[in-house]
């Protein structure tokens, strides 16, 4: 299987992409909490998917996350994380992205992925830039940032990357565009760890009544009571969803 890494530096961050595949359509991997480029080849993500890599019909750019300066890192108030988060977003932006394109030929449009704290990425990334990315696949995410261990006067930081707060206001022209763009998939188990101490299961049902109450094309999966909050579980349902997506 091809592979292939680059460093890219921006204003406030430097991080890994690491790609994996010749061809298919681009798939933009966020990791889980703290999590770097290489987990998700590590955790078995990447051959997950084999087939479809090697068929060409899927390429994942998977990059590091910036959480342990970020969302992570509660020492700081929570809206001193969402304004670090900035420099993240910046840099999946201006540098990530652009490197994306011109390595697929030219490819304006990608998928968003994540696991955990990568399927809010992945969530909140789309809904900000459907325009580049106008399907999420979010596996196991908390979609509420205001409920992680968070603390301080809250502001507009935080209010625009909390998606259960901003979809909820959402209206006029760029709702009725949202709703012709966009597409996000949440996909969480109902087993361990799922409520506690992650708070995914409840976290995506609520995402999900938000959306549809705003009329955005959205799917709910609910896996077993015996699907936790892991590696296996995504495996299957990465494994499960994406073909009909590529």
Not at 115 to 128: D, E, I, M, Q, V
Not at 186 to 207: D, I, N, R, Y
Not at 213 to 240: C, F, N, T
Request: charged share 20%; glycine share 10%.
């Amino acid at each position: 299987m091809r592979r292939h890494e680059e460093q890219l530096s921006g204003h406030s961050f430097s991080g890994r992409v690491v790609a994996y595949g010749h061809y298919g359509r681009p798939v933009l991997v966020f990791p889980s909490e703290q999590g770097q480029a290489y987990d998700f080849e590590n955790n078995g993500m990447i051959g997950a998917a084999a087939d479809l890599v090697e068929a060409g019909r899927v390429k994942f750019y998977c990059v590091d996350s910036a959480d342990r300066h970020t969302w992570s890192d509660t020492g700081v108030p929570t809206e001193e994380r969402a304004r670090r988060h900035a420099g993240y977003e910046s840099w999946v932006l201006d540098q990530v992205v652009p490197w994306m394109s011109a390595d697929s030929g030219g490819v304006g449009e990608f998928v968003t992925l994540g696991c955990s704290l990568g399927g809010f990425h992945a969530a909140n990334f789309a809904l900000k830039r459907a325009d580049l990315f106008p399907l999420a696949m979010c596996l196991s995410g908390n979609y509420d940032p205001s409920t992680w261990r968070s603390w301080g006067e809250l502001g507009m930081q935080t209010y625009f990357n909390n998606p259960m707060a901003y979809v909820a206001n959402l209206e006029g022209d760029h709702l009725d565009w949202l709703r012709g763009r966009l597409s996000i998939l949440l996909v969480v188990g109902q087993g361990a760890w799922e409520v506690h101490p992650t708070q995914s299961l409840p976290s995506a049902k609520a995402f999900a009544e938000v959306l549809a109450a705003k009329g955005i094309r959205h799917e709910l999966d609910l896996w077993g009571y015996d699907v936790p909050h892991d590696w296996g579980s995504w495996r299957a349902q990465l494994a499960h969803h994406l073909p009909r997506f590529c």
